[in-house]
């Protein structure tokens, strides 16, 4: 083995021929005592004695020479430890292949072969234990990991504060959200008109016009919506005091009164429906109507006319709060008595407002009604309950000047983010190219979130200027639509922050790249992304295929399966387990076996699952990568630690990052892999004390893995200290397999380079 070689080999032109000068033997070629060894040292007969003073000019140093000449930098040693080092070189091997030297070395017993060649023995590692910490003690500074280090850090603080910048900017846009909706409030309002005075199940429940005129006024004229939002009395019969009239539910306090208003479909009582032209059952059905809505006056089959309104746009009726309860009932019975609604209605809208002085909020509420083509109001009921602040700053309330200064804050540091956008854009555009710079998916999420930002600041706007110039007079007997306009605009506002807010999540994995553990996720997406859209490719023909099926088997009969969109829906709620197997079975019940089990076994037993196995092998590709990678807490710490050591040392020594770079990069120009603190510190311009650098955070210490490899490989010694071939033969062994571990998890998956 051409390494043994190296380490067992001297020099032989170095060592004199044998004769009587030669050290180690007589005038007559005979042996003769060494000379006498340091103290401390081992003298073996037949060994070069390189304390000597009669001993050759020394060859080409052995490993452990080497070794111990490389690891005696550390200024901290002890005179112990040197004394042990030193002894440790005094000792040698008896060298048979130096010319004409004789082999004159004590053979080992065959318990003391096996006890040097075992790697367990206990006297054994006791000494590659002393060995380790006195390379760790000497030779112990990692060039390339420090220079990596400092390298990497400046980066990865530099991510950490984009991060913590990120995640302070949205918190203070959850926080203005928060001031300006007053979600619990609202909520509170909204419940209780809800579930009370507009009951949200009568609504729904309403199916014919029929059941509209009974929520509406009530089968005895007094139980329906309009005698809830106007009471005369109290719970007790009591009749209520003029200056409590007009309230809904005690606390609310009606505004103006309540609007119903009629739409109406244009009719054509001549033509043929479109659906019938050229058909031979025309005449049977000869009533049609258009689609546009009727912007003219109605007359009802009483003969009684209904103007159109253009403020409304619709044919409107308006119930005053000065009306009273009385008169308000007596208008809603002739309306029904008029046949207000008829075939040609298409929808209706119930609307009014209230003010809360404990909250200090506006309510306006709405209640929609839309009758379908075949005869009812075909799930198209909602209602839309928005409460509004209309007095947004007042300088008599502190969140208000709070909520103001946030705002404020707010903008400012978004026209920041805008104008970096604008300016790393062009940069880009000029850098990376048009192509690239609008391809990348990270840009287009920055431009759609700021955008957002932009578009609900302007809504934002637009909701202040029509609350401040269009202040509501109190008290009134009209409508006031300005409160309609203001719950438009937060609902709209309410939809865009919802998808801003999605999309600034989206945005967090950008600011996760630069730590690895962080950025497991997008690696994790990154590797599966040509897995997953051939995998999407697969999932939505069959999950479309089998919601075609249940439309067309199912659709006629189940309102669930009536359109493609609804069919869709129940096939996915049947993939998180929200289904009912009853109605399928009602309808079709061979059919309905036969569709339930294939989908169950095909969709989610089969493709749930290797959608599941892809991500799963993804991750654990993304994760080998990242191992050895520090954690947050293990970054936290580190940075924390160079900001105490900035504390205590920074002010007082002259180590500065960049004449600790120039150092390094000097050492490892010159070969170096592991140096001392020595070797650093006199390397630098100017030289510093080495007790400066004594625990420096950009200065990395060899791994504990590296250590033991580094001094298992310098050799072992038997019981007496003399270095074993067969020791150093088992370390040497023990080297290569734990080096080519190490390739191999550094390879990571492929097999081929390892193999190789």
């Known amino acids: 083995n051409d390494s043994m070689t190296d380490r ?101 017993s065959l318990s003391r072969l096996s006890s040097a060649f075992s790697l367990n023995d206990p006297l054994n590692s006791a000494r590659r234990k002393a060995k380790q910490q006195e390379a760790m003690q000497a030779a112990n500074v990692d060039i390339a990991g420090s220079l990596d280090r400092m390298e990497s850090w400046p980066q990865k603080r530099k991510g950490y504060f984009d991060l913590l910048l ?87 306090k009606l505004i103006g009164g309540l609007l119903l208003v009629q739409h109406r479909s244009d009719n054509n009582l001549t033509a043929a429906c479109s659906d019938l032209s050229g058909s031979s059952y025309a005449s049977f059905y000869s009533l049609c109507f ?38 308000n009932l007596a208008l809603a019975a002739k309306l029904k008595k008029d046949r207000f609604t008829d075939i040609e209605t298409t929808a209706l809208n119930v609307k009014f407002a209230m003010y809360n002085g404990h909250f200090a909020l506006f309510t306006f509420v709405d209640i929609s009604f839309k009758f379908d083509r075949n005869g009812v109001f075909n799930g198209g009921n909602h209602v839309d309950i928005q409460s509004v602040s209309i007095e947004p700053y007042l300088g008599s309330r502190p969140s208000d000047w709070t909520r103001l200064g946030l705002e404020i804050v707010f903008m400012i540091w978004l026209f920041k983010q805008i104008t970096a956008f604008i300016k790393q854009t062009i940069i880009d555009f000029y850098v990376k190219g048009f192509k690239s710079t609008i391809g990348n998916i990270w840009f287009l999420l920055d431009l759609v979130n700021l955008s957002l930002f932009i578009l609900y600041i302007v809504l934002r706007i637009q909701f202040l200027d029509k609350v401040i110039r269009n202040p509501i007079k109190v008290p009134t007997n009209e409508y006031q639509p300005i409160l309609e306009e203001a719950a438009l605009i937060r609902s709209t506002q309410l939809r865009f922050n919802f998808v801003n807010i999605f999309i600034a999540l989206l945005r967090c994995f950008k600011f996760y790249q630069f730590q690895e553990r962080l950025n497991i996720i997008n690696k994790t997406f990154a590797n599966a992304v040509t897995d997953l859209y051939h995998y999407a490719l697969i999932f939505f023909v069959i999950f479309g295929g089998y919601a075609v099926m249940a439309h067309f088997l199912f659709g006629p009969s189940l309102e669930i399966y009536s359109s493609m969109g609804l069919s869709m829906q129940a096939a996915w709620e049947m993939l998180l387990g929200n289904f009912n197997y009853e109605p399928l079975n009602y309808v079709n019940p061979a059919m309905a076996a036969i569709f339930f089990l294939s989908y169950m076994l095909l969709v989610f037993f089969v493709l749930i699952n290797v959608l599941l196995a892809i991500i799963v092998d993804a991750y654990a590709a993304a994760t080998a990568d990242s191992t050895n990678s520090a954690s947050i807490a293990e970054d936290m710490s580190f940075g924390g630690y160079r900001l105490v050591h900035a504390i205590s040392k920074g002010r007082k020594s002259n180590a500065t990052q960049d004449s600790i770079r120039a150092a390094l990069e000097k050492l490892q120009s010159n070969g170096a892999k592991y140096v001392s603190l020595q070797d650093v510190a006199s390397s630098m311009e100017p030289p510093v004390r080495p007790e400066d650098l004594s625990g420096h955070p950009d200065l990395m210490a060899r791994g504990a893995e590296e250590d033991e490899d580094e001094v298992e490989g310098t050799g072992g010694n038997d019981e007496n200290g003399t270095p074993s071939i067969l020791a150093d033969t088992a370390l040497l062994v023990d080297k290569v397999i734990r080096e080519n571990e190490v390739l191999k998890r550094r390879l990571g998956k492929n097999q081929k380079d390892k193999d190789i």
């Open 8 to 108: 067992r080999h001297y020099n032989a032109a170095a060592v004199p021929a044998r004769g009587a000068n030669s050290p180690g033997m007589g005038a007559a070629g005979g042996l003769k005592p060494a000379a006498p060894a340091a103290s401390g040292a081992i003298t073996v007969p037949g060994a070069i004695n390189r304390n000597s003073t009669d001993a050759p000019a020394q060859g080409p140093l052995n490993a452990q020479e080497h070794y111990h000449a490389r690891h005696t930098l550390d200024p901290h040693q002890n005179a112990s430890t040197q004394s042990a080092s030193q002894a440790s070189r005094t000792s040698s091997v008896n060298e048979s292949n130096i010319q004409g030297a004789p082999t004159v070395s004590r053979l080992p």
């Open 290 to 327: 258009k689609e546009k809505q009727m912007t003219s006056n109605f007359t009802t089959a009483n003969g009684v006319v209904y103007p159109f309104s253009t403020q409304y746009d619709g044919h409107s009726v308006f119930f005053g709060v000065a009306e009273g309860h009385t008169n």
């Open 166 to 252: 990120f995640f302070l900017f949205n918190v203070l846009y959850i926080v203005v959200l928060a001031l300006q909706l007053r979600v619990g409030p609202s909520f509170a309002i909204d419940k209780g008109l809800r579930s009370v005075t507009v009951n949200q199940d009568s609504v729904t429940g309403v199916l014919t016009q029929a059941d509209f005129w009974d929520y509406f006024v009530g089968a005895d004229l007094k139980s329906g919506l309009v005698g809830r939002v106007f009471p005369d009395k109290w719970y007790n019969g009591d009749v209520i005091e003029q200056e409590n009239l007009g309230f809904v539910e005690s606390y609310n």
